[in-house]
């Protein structure tokens, strides 16, 4: 059930389509016991129509008011034993219910494929060499981006304090082998899985759980729309004249992923081998033939044309340029969280997976940033770095293209990761009850469609709203990275001093470490680049967990409430249940109003509201008599006479019911009849009141508006009043 | 009832509140009766509480869940005979249902003052005294702006046309003459009101007369446009500093009119009488210094500056111009609508107050056209006419103020005037069901507020659109009120063939001449204007008939459908009354796809959507057992393990109710379960299937957001299903 919380939902990573059906737990089912045990049902009736529809085989033509498809959708469940209730809804039982949706759901069909039953949700084993690659685009891909970042900061202080790139890089390398090696730990202690939200929800607490996550999910939106954009930047570094359209291009490639996803394209796995693998390639050529140009010229470094500093250098720049190049990181977690999508033994595949990655990204983040430092290449606008370093690398030939291409593509890559991630995270969170249920829903793709639509929303609005400028987007960018990785590194100390295994205060020691750093390079972040945009940052995180804890404490709340309680009569004290927090009308909070009722229990009252006597009134009338229990039609007329006259027509038809007019002089009809009910209802409270209302069903939305709707508009006001039961007898009109 | 024709409302122009309510006919109490006579109701039920709620005495306190105001609303109908039924709401009933409605209620309230009851309609009868500026504020005040659209239009063939004015303001003269006869003559025959919508629908049929309702309706939405514009200019040629605030000024105006109009501004027929008589005495005194001042200089004309023609004194021109001065008759109908509101004899009355307005417009339009030729004035932009003639007969005094003041507040009454006619045409339309029914509705302040807000949305829709010019308005008013002239008189003519009584040739003939002219000035004015915008009009207006008709037909298929017939083994055929136009399920259009039913024919099957087992699911099975009637539970399982596990749990429970669960492999919810209803009904179409859906209901909008609302999504999904009645059973939670 939703009101759980975070701690009940260890069991691991999961994706089943039953978690919106989550099952009872022991006690609910000793309650639900109970419960039935109070029931004083006599021998049913017996159902008047087989409800197997075993023996019907006729399939009827579609109603003239059907918005719904002909039938023809059931077949008892195959290897079903004789007699065992259980059918199946065929493909077409999901489909649209009206003329409008049904041609959208063509087009739906066309772009994103035909449904795909449950039974095929993919538990798909990888091996490393498909693992690195498919884990590995985020992580590799931010060396497109992320020596520029770091050098886009130095070259503010004038083009002498570049020098200072060397240093900050070997400490961005520091960084990244020992926030590599806290990894390298993590994963055998979380072989279900260690995403930061369920080690530090698990270690830290609830709100330190959803901290990370709040950083996770800023993460994902930011990974998107920097990859898109950096993407985009190698694109137009190319080709100069589709600058222009650099942010529809971009928001035309995050649409594109998003259909791409909620098609599923999980099973693409092998389609992410290739760009990842051209990448790698393209960037270990780019650096072997640079090198080679550099030994050709005795490795003296080209001096760097002169930028004339517009800041001081001081070391609040120093830290800034430091942030900035440790968003080459980001990625760095996505192994460790899909150990179980490793063949076995998964912890060991996985972790031998991360070791190359950490090393592939050191070798290629070094490389490059040496290498840009020995070809005296400064940030411009217009072209990145990496395209001005293969141009100056590959003067001809194709070379060039395929640098840029493959970077392209990586990065788009890397964006689809987060298409990945971000719907997986919202429905842990969904489970445990911190996001609204809806992400919980697996799609007829099998794939979460709610949670890869609100990415792609945010994502574009990121995006445009920084115009597809990488450098504004980086600011943004690494605060929740890192704060997801200091929870996630803390949460391991806490972990192994918890659990005390052989070796545990060198684990601790060395997650520790990792932990510490990845705060410092946070509160840096955070600080030094505060007024550049991470700000809003460190607004959004402690909003979002706010939001996050409301939701959670509504469901809470929701769950308490609708709970099964044996019934007072029962041995077991009911009272020691109730919580002292008594509402003003007696009945504690986080209880519905009603009380548990049983159905010999149920007394009945019908009211049918009687406007006019037409066909539709008499089918109310006739409904609601036939259900055998005592009935009551009421009246509202505007003036006396109507009143009387609409007695006398009473009286024509035979008086079946007994009848109440009310005169309304100010001419309102659901309020007045709202306050009716309410009054009998507060006459007679133990009453269940049936509100019988007619409503005439018309084909064409515009003749809606022909009409008052005073049957929607009773129904609202009578939404309110607890024990007020509201009954539709639909009458439909052809036309 | 709104299936009506038109020629059933030949009742007069009486509003009552009850016009909601109309009465059955004797065919149909009859149908009713014969209905009733088929109902087999053994002894009802007795009511387990007091209806009348007379024993009950004790106010509840307002629930937690109460949107509602506490009641203590109720008392017995005054007068009522002891054991009456008849409750009276008390004006707290009234009240809105969420707490912003009742501090918008309360804005509301403070606005337009508190509600009036039905027995205040107000059946006001005027002295002709009065009765002559309350009608004639509209008539008159088009001489504030008739003359200078003649003028304007002439003066494009420069200065020296300008001679053409007395010729054609004479044949204005003649025309006024003709057509205000031609109306005396109607006023006689229609003593209940003779507006043009019910003398060209009762004598030339339905369409004229909706014809002539369009025309009108465009007709007041420009009454309003015109006036208000033509007023702000009085205004801003006195204070030609406001000229850039004429729009959002005229805006403001138009406001405040419908709030004055909202509120009732009935009572208030002695206020209109000041600004009249001042305007006529204002201009009396303008046409007499001004004549006193001519014949000074011997009634020399001074010469008009010398303009230069941009067009050449074509004909077309001088139609123009002669369409353009026809304006200043606008209004003269005013009489004829509101005959039954002057006091006996009415009708002599009524024509008494005519001939004296015609005068008054004869003098006032003539006297203006000729001191404006002799005075030699020109009409140009930024003043009117009418101020540059006062500035000349006024240069120093008060009076210059004076006839500017009065200008601005008769044109004020004359678009007040269209805000009492626009509703009532709106409620006859709506009476003989060629308009919406809501327009029937009688506010609490007994205003017609959805016809007022209709009225004044349009009407600056097209002052904002035009800016607010006058001149620019103009061609697109002369076309519908002379279209509605036209029909208007020639309704006469077929009305006096079809009576004649004493000289009905005579009378023929008169109003046979007023028809021919006002004829001629429509075309005129849609051909020699249409490029200058009365081509809106001549599209627009078989565009609202159409509308009207369309809204009829779908008014009386519906009323037919409805209506009550004798049950099948009644002796009276009831084949004589079927059409043969069945439908591809064999019910004749114009039908409900139900058919007749009487409740000892009712069987019931009722069944109830499982999705778990809490207490909103226990209720609604509770309800559903407690009804009585064979009941079925249906369950919608993602995937085979998830349905087995439900069943265990309902077994668990006691298996009290037969249970189907339903596998939907590619988990969509409602769909299927619409789907596998659908079948149930096809497998047994008598079956009347009662789908009892728990509802939880949240008191905070946001918590919605929460949930998937499944419940509502399925009741849509029934909605189109025939013979599937939809109950709610809400589960209130508190929080």
């Not at 460190?538 to 769950?559: D, E, K, N, S």
């Amino acid at each position: 059930m939703a009101g759980r919380s975070a701690d009940d939902d260890r069991s691991g990573t999961v994706v089943t389509p039953s978690a919106e059906f989550p099952p009872l737990t022991p006690a609910e089912v000793d309650a639900l016991r109970r419960v039935g045990a109070h029931w004083r049902v006599g021998a049913p009736p017996a159902l008047p129509v087989d409800p197997t529809l075993d023996r019907y085989r006729n399939h009827p033509a579609p109603g003239r008011f059907s918005r719904l498809a002909p039938i023809a959708l059931f077949r008892p469940a195959p290897g079903a034993p004789a007699g065992r209730d259980g059918l199946v809804a065929a493909e077409r039982a999901d489909q649209p219910d009206s003329p409008l949706d049904r041609r959208l759901g063509r087009v739906r069909r066309v772009l994103l494929g035909p449904p795909l039953a449950s039974a095929a949700v993919l538990h798909e084993r990888m091996r490393k060499l498909v693992a690195l690659p498919v884990l590995s685009s985020d992580l590799l891909s931010s060396v497109a981006y992320g020596p520029e970042a770091l050098l886009t900061v130095l070259v503010l202080a004038g083009s002498g304090a570049l020098g200072l790139a060397l240093p900050l890089s070997a400490g961005l390398v520091l960084l990244m082998v020992a926030v590599g090696i806290s990894y390298r730990q993590t994963i055998p202690a979380y072989p279900h899985g260690a995403g930061s939200y369920l080690v530090a929800g698990d270690s830290l607490g609830v709100r330190a759980g959803l901290t990370a996550a709040a950083g996770l999910m800023l993460d994902y939106v930011l990974t998107v729309s920097v990859s898109i954009a950096a993407g985009v930047h190698a694109i137009t570094s190319a080709l100069p004249g589709l600058t222009p359209f650099a942010v529809p291009l971009g928001v035309l490639v995050i649409l594109l992923l998003l259909a791409g996803n909620l098609r599923g394209v999980r099973a693409a796995g092998n389609l992410f081998v290739l760009p990842t693998y051209a990448f790698v390639a393209a960037v270990l050529g780019l650096l072997v033939v640079g090198y080679l140009r550099a030994a050709g010229r005795g490795f003296a470094s080209v001096a760097p044309p002169v930028v004339p500093a517009t800041q001081g250098l001081g070391l609040l720049l120093v830290l800034r340029a430091f942030a900035s190049g440790a968003v080459s990181m980001t990625g760095i977690e996505a192994v460790s969280n899909a150990v179980p999508a490793f063949r076995t033994p998964e912890w060991r595949n996985a972790r031998t997976t991360l070791t190359w990655m950490v090393a592939m990204l050191v070798v290629l983040f070094a490389g490059l940033t040496l290498l840009i430092h020995l070809a005296g290449l400064v940030p411009r606008p217009g072209e990145t770095l990496l395209s001005q370093l293969a141009r100056v690398t590959f003067p001809t030939g194709p070379w060039y293209a395929v640098v840029q291409v493959t970077t392209a593509l990586i990065l788009l890559l890397a964006a689809n990761t987060a298409f990945n991630d971000f719907p997986r995270l919202l429905f842990f969170m969904a489970r445990a009850g911190h996001a609204p249920r809806r992400f919980l829903h697996l799609g007829d793709r099998l794939a979460f469609g709610n949670g890869l639509v609100a990415l792609a929303a945010t994502a574009i609005v990121v995006f445009v709203a920084f115009g597809g400028h990488t450098e504004k987007l980086i600011p943004l960018y690494a605060v929740g990275v890192f704060l997801a990785f200091t929870l996630s590194q803390s949460g391991m100390v806490v972990h192994w001093r918890r659990h005390r295994g052989g070796g545990w205060r060198r684990r601790a020691l060395v997650n520790g470490v990792g932990a510490v750093l990845s705060g410092l390079v946070l509160l840096t972040a955070a600080v030094a680049k505060f007024t550049e945009g991470a700000w809003v940052v460190v607004v959004a995180v402690p909003l979002l967990v706010l939001l996050f804890a409301r939701i959670h404490r509504h469901y809470r709340t929701l769950h308490a409430a609708l709970a099964l309680r044996p019934p007072p009569a029962d041995p077991a004290p009911p009272a020691a249940a109730r919580g002292p927090a008594a509402g003003p009308s007696g009945v504690p909070a986080g209880r519905s109003v009603e009380g548990e009722e049983v159905p010999q229990e149920l007394r009945h009252l019908v009211v049918v509201p009687v406007v006019r006597l037409n066909r539709a009134s008499m089918r109310a009338l006739a409904y609601a008599v036939s259900l055998g229990r005592p009935t009551l039609a009421v009246h509202l007329a505007p003036e006396d006479a109507e009143a009387d006259r609409f007695r006398e027509q009473w009286r024509a038809w035979g008086d079946h019911v007994r009848l109440e007019t009310i005169v309304s002089p100010y001419r309102a009809v659901v309020g007045p009849l709202a306050h009716y009910l309410e009054a009998l209802h507060a006459a007679a409270p133990d009453l269940v009141l049936t509100v019988v209302v007619p409503e005439v069903v018309l084909r064409r939305p515009w003749h809606r508006l022909l009409h008052s709707r005073t049957g929607q508009r009773l129904r609202r006001a009578l939404r309110a009043l607890p024990g007020v039961v509201v009954t539709t007898v639909p009458v439909h009109v052809l036309e």
